[in-house]
């Protein structure tokens, strides 16, 4: 079984930056995309970003889109979240999750992924 580890998150000041990390347990671990997913309070969880482990492949949701970065080091089995700008409406437990048996970069449905880290929270104030 294999487990996704997140890290980083914390509380920031709307405007500033924050970066959230996601590491696979085992290294053979064979992914075909990985994704950043939120949940805020009384909220569905939401799509973030998605990244495929082949090329530079990338999709965001249009509200993070040029303020958000996801990237991958395959060599590490990690994903990372490179946060600017942030806003308040940012605030939300942020998950990342695994895409075993598809490319395809639409998918941005919770339901799409496979394994799921256990989550992190970021925060924005005002």
């Known amino acids: 079984q294999v487990q996704l580890v997140e890290s980083g998150g914390g509380l920031v000041q709307a405007g500033g930056s924050l970066s959230v990390s996601c590491t696979a347990s085992?290294?053979?671990?064979?992914?075909?995309?990985m994704a950043w997913l939120r949940q805020a309070p009384g909220k569905e969880r939401e799509f973030v970003a998605r990244?495929?482990?082949?090329?530079?492949?990338?999709h965001y949701a249009d509200s993070v889109k040029g303020r958000f970065t996801i990237s991958r080091d395959n060599a590490k089995e990690t994903v990372y979240l490179q946060m600017n700008n942030l806003k308040p409406d940012d605030t939300a437990v942020y998950y990342c999750?695994?895409?075993?048996?598809?490319?395809?970069?639409?998918?941005?449905?919770?339901?799409?992924?496979?394994?799921w880290g256990q989550g992190t929270q970021v925060t924005v104030s005002s």
């Open positions: 999750a695994a895409d075993v048996t598809s490319y395809d970069l639409g998918r941005v449905d919770a339901n799409d992924y496979h394994y």
């Open positions: 085992r290294r053979t671990f064979l992914w075909y995309a």
């Open positions: 990244i495929l482990r082949i090329g530079v492949t990338t």
